[in-house]
């Protein structure tokens, strides 16, 4: 079991916006270790959303936000769309295991 | 442009070890603050990291699996390879390569191979 925590599943109708969470603790979120989302189209690699808690690569739309606070970090996307409907993966450092770990994930569902 | 391909067995037997290539282009291992990593990623399951290498030849494994796991690099290759011993059945999954890069406290997977499905059974 991962020691990031997220929702089993979000969904959303299109043009909404849904939010996913990642709780932590204070040996990985909390102690402040950076956060990056990763997007998994079904039978797909992942794909790097947000890295540095808040940073969008090139190419990555700015419907996909990053945000954090304390042992949490969150990934909303606004103005949902049907190719958004995936699994999400959020990842960090553990100070306590010496593990670069990655969320239980999330499936997002476009109603 | 950064590609990573992933190659090896798609089948093995319990208590073989595994090794698996992921061969590289677009950046080289030798370059200060490069690093490949290894993750999988079981059917159905989340992903999990296992291990990276560092241009400067330093490695990092998944505490858990260390006593298993070998990460080397044959930079003159572009390649990176992982070797996994005595493999079980719950070591089936997708293993992928990606090429890591460095925040001020975290690395991040920002290229990613497409990934080969290694099933154990006998």
């Known amino acids: 079991q991962s020691v990031l925590t997220q929702p089993p599943s979000v969904s959303g109708a299109p043009g909404q916006r849904v939010t996913i969470s990642c709780t932590g603790s204070r040996s990985n979120i909390g102690a402040g270790y950076d956060v990056s989302w990763y997007q998994q189209l079904p039978g797909t690699a992942p794909k790097l959303l947000i890295y540095g808690n808040t940073n969008r690569p090139s190419g990555v739309p700015d419907r996909f936000s990053g945000s954090g606070s304390g042992t949490s970090a969150s990934l909303a996307i606004t103005g949902l769309q049907a190719e958004d409907e995936a699994d999400y993966y959020c990842?960090?450092?553990?100070?306590?295991?010496?593990?670069?770990?990655f969320g239980t994930g999330t499936k997002a569902t476009v109603l | 442009q950064i590609t990573l391909k992933e190659s090896g067995p798609t089948l093995v037997k319990p208590t073989q070890t595994l090794t698996l290539t992921c061969t590289f282009s677009?950046?080289?291992?030798?370059?200060?603050?490069?690093?490949v990593g290894w993750v999988r990623q079981p059917p159905g399951k989340a992903l999990e990291w296992l291990a990276f290498?560092?241009?400067?030849?330093?490695?990092r494994y998944k505490p858990s699996l260390k006593s298993r796991l070998t990460i080397t690099k044959d930079t003159s290759k572009n390649q990176v390879v992982l070797t996994v011993t005595n493999m079980d059945p719950v070591d089936t999954a997708t293993y992928y390569c990606a090429h890591g890069s460095k925040t001020n406290t975290n690395y991040y997977f920002d290229f990613w191979g497409q990934g080969t499905l290694v099933t154990v059974s006998s």
């Open positions: 990842q960090s450092y553990d100070s306590s295991l010496s593990d670069f770990v």
């Open positions: 290498i560092y241009w400067n030849d330093d490695r």
């Open positions: 677009g950046f080289s291992l030798s370059t200060n603050g490069v690093t």
